[in-house]
């Protein structure tokens, strides 16, 4: 686990007056999940979202699989785009598609030369990942949140991405939907050996998911550790967070 | 400075708007004619556009037709000239009302929708999701939607001409028996190609408008429910006022080859 996917430094964003985040350094290593915790507001969502190109930084650089995000033009954006993931916090499912057109709307963009048998299979091996393999023909509409959340983490892995990004996996779940969502997190880990930053504030879901954890505070990386580094240090700042 | 110079910020708000739909009209322009192409959701879109539009259009200009012959001949027949109901509803329908109401409509109906439905995906972070899927928004969004309006309006509009010309034959015949082929040979001996063609060139222009304004109030909607539906209001008011000032600026250009 030694080899840097994502490199971030010196990240500066500020909205208006509002500085979100000040010269903000993180490393993210191949085969791990890395959690970024932090106050709401504090700039998390922000900093996954340079990370992936939505947002534009005012400085800094941001290194993904060896390139610098911020040099790039709109094609290799694009191609950096298919190998990291982005699950978003509301899931932002197409809702005047099907589930299955869904998860074939990212694997038809990227010119694959996919017979719909293959396209078919991949979309279903999706599916069975997160055990939703009966909702292939329902609407976004028929489902409950926590089956929104696993298809929209079945459409993140349809293109077995490197990286993946994940904006508050858990937020606005019941307990035990939450821990399916982690159990599916670890597996997808454990499955494709997949890199991930994974924003939350949820402590149970960062205690059981996190190889490390990075302390958003005041717009930089306040603190770097492990769950149980963290949770004993004498500082008030961090240790709020695990009380 | 005096007061009564500086811009309001009403003003400048407004400006600054025409200022960003400009720059996004001409994004439309850059990107619309690159590959890659969205054709799949383009004919998609011109199903949803245009097809479904197709009963709301017929049934207005039906009763567009009926009305403004039934209408007209009580002047007509005053003054001995009700021979030239089917001439002068002709010219009306196919220079005039054919085109502005069925632009008006389709405003309506499909400005209406366009905004509210990319409003919706803005503020669900669809748009976004999209983006970071490695395709292009704008072209899959806009430059289709926008695309088919501006080819499904002119075909609109031309049934509607069509039907509403079927009205007014209809309208005539409430009163006096006047055969289907003498009364469209009437219509059609009175056109010109004068009438004709800036009516249908102006289509593609309202087309346009209604398409890349709906595009526009959609993409940038504000958050929230109140944003999208205001997103959606504005859509139809806006892309409204710009059909009635292209087509002022239509008939002086048509004026100058009278």
Known sequence: ?243 | MSKILVPSDNFKSFLNEIGELSRFAMRFFREGFHPRFEWDEFIRQCYVIGYRSLPLVGLTAFIIGLVLTMQLRPTMVKYGIDVQIPAMVGIAIVREIGPILTALIFAGKIGSSIGAELGSMKVTEQIDAMEVSGTNPFKYLVVTRTMAAMLMLPVLVTLADGIALFGSFLGVNIYEALTFKLFFKKVFDNLEYIDVVPAFIKTYFFGFAVGIIGCFKGYYSQKGTEGVGLSANSSVVVSSVVIFLLDLIAVQIADLFQ
Do not use: W
């Not at chain 1, 490199?7 to 909205?15: A, N, V």
């Not at chain 1, 993904?64 to 709109?74: A, F, H, Y």
């Not at chain 1, 991405?161 to 880990?189: A, F, K, Q, V």
């Open chain 1, 1 to 243: 686990m030694n080899k840097a996917v994502i490199r971030i430094e010196g990240l500066c964003k500020s909205f208006g007056a509002n500085k979100v985040l000040d010269h903000f350094d993180l490393s993210l290593f191949k085969g791990e999940n890395l959690v970024v915790l932090g106050k709401s507001g504090s700039g998390k969502s922000v900093l996954i979202k340079c990370i992936i190109g939505l947002i534009q930084p005012d400085h800094g650089r941001i290194h993904v699989l060896g390139q610098n995000i911020l040099s790039l033009n709109q094609t290799e954006l694009d191609h950096i785009r298919v190998k990291v993931a982005f699950l978003f916090q509301s899931n932002a499912l197409y809702d005047s598609m099907t589930v299955r057109e869904n998860l074939e709307f990212p694997l038809r963009r990227h010119s694959f030369q996919l017979s719909p048998k293959e396209v078919d299979s991949m979309v279903m091996e999706a599916l069975e990942n997160v055990g939703l393999e009966h909702t292939v023909d329902m609407m976004p509409a028929d489902l409950s949140g926590g089956m929104r959340k696993r298809i929209a983490l079945a459409r993140t892995l349809i293109l077995k991405p490197e990286i993946i990004l994940y904006d508050e996996p858990t937020t606005g779940l019941d307990p035990i939907t939450s821990l399916e969502i982690i159990s599916l997190i670890n597996m997808i880990r454990d499955k494709y050996q997949t890199s991930s930053i994974i924003i939350s504030h949820d402590m149970k879901c960062v205690k059981l998911v996190a190889h490390r954890i990075a302390m958003l505070i005041d717009g930089k990386c306040y603190a770097l550790g492990t769950y149980d580094e963290l949770k004993d240090s004498s500082d008030e700042k961090i240790r709020q967070f695990f009380d």
